[in-house]
């Protein structure tokens, strides 16, 4: 049996309880896609099989694949896919008949990040997600406005995301034993946001750039557009926000106005 490999963030969840949790939130369907993002050693991955959903399970290492093999056997439900799911098109899954599927993982520290900037891009092929993270990265995704946790993703995240936190997971529920909590968190994607990802996230890095100063401070710094400090005060106040907000303030509905500000300038 393969041992977890540190360099790869590997921790396997063991605990029956834990994984039943996960297996409810996620409500298999004999007519369900689901794709299961580091399935280890299968734990998750059988009883999604006994629902008889359609699982396509992505690993990167392959002596798990290899094991996860062995242990499935032939099972015209389950579909293996060797590789990075930072480098995957989700809309490969997916067909005419069913253009939508459910998505599971126990995301590592190192990856969590880019993986859901990737999933916000991909959103539209999933109905939802139940993603585990470490509990800190969990409480930056559901932060509220004047939280110090919120920054850049929390504001990502929230504005083409519906996230709910489901539970806690203690560090005895893997192996090997982790030093920090997990968070479980089932998150639906807002698919009526119409906003361009690309300008969005580079007026969230901006703005989050130095989380401690004015959000003006850092919004008339950058060359963003060109925009003078003369033109940022007014984008400001179209957007109704007040220069001395640190970008930690803002809610998401202010965010969004001042996206708009900048794209109707």
Not at 2 to 13: D, E, R, T
Not at 154 to 166: D, G, K, M, P, Y
Request: contains cysteine; proline residues 5%; positive net charge.
């Amino acid at each position: 049996m393969p041992s977890a490999k540190k360099s790869l963030g590997q921790n396997f969840l063991v605990n029956p309880g834990y994984i039943d949790k996960i297996i409810t939130a996620l409500d298999p369907k004999e007519t369900d896609r689901i794709i299961e993002i580091g399935p280890g050693k299968g734990a998750i991955t059988k009883k999604l099989l006994r629902s008889g959903a359609l699982v396509f399970a992505v690993e990167i290492d392959p002596r798990l694949s290899d094991f996860l093999r062995q242990q499935i056997g032939n099972n015209d439900r389950f579909k293996l896919i060797v590789d990075d799911a930072l480098k995957i098109d989700f809309k490969e899954f997916l067909d005419e008949n069913q253009k939508r599927a459910k998505l599971v993982a126990n995301l590592p520290y190192y990856i969590s990040t880019a993986i859901l900037q990737r999933l916000i891009l991909q959103r539209n092929y999933f109905d939802f997600m139940v993603l585990m993270f470490q509990r800190e990265v969990a409480n930056r995704l559901v932060a509220e406005a004047g939280s110090s946790e919120r920054g850049y993703l929390t504001v990502l995240a929230e504005t083409f995301l519906q996230i709910e936190r489901l539970f806690d997971v203690p560090p005895s529920a893997f192996r090997p034993v982790p030093k920090v909590w997990s968070s479980v968190l089932k998150i639906k994607p807002l698919l009526e946001v119409n906003i361009d990802i690309e300008t969005y996230s580079k007026i969230l890095e901006i703005s989050f750039a130095h989380k401690r100063k004015m959000l003006f401070n850092n919004l008339r710094r950058s060359d963003f557009m060109g925009l003078s400090e003369d033109d940022w005060v007014e984008v400001l106040r179209q957007s109704g926000i007040l220069p001395s907000c640190r970008a930690e303030d803002l809610t998401r509905q202010q965010w969004i106005k001042l996206y708009e500000a900048l794209r109707s300038w």
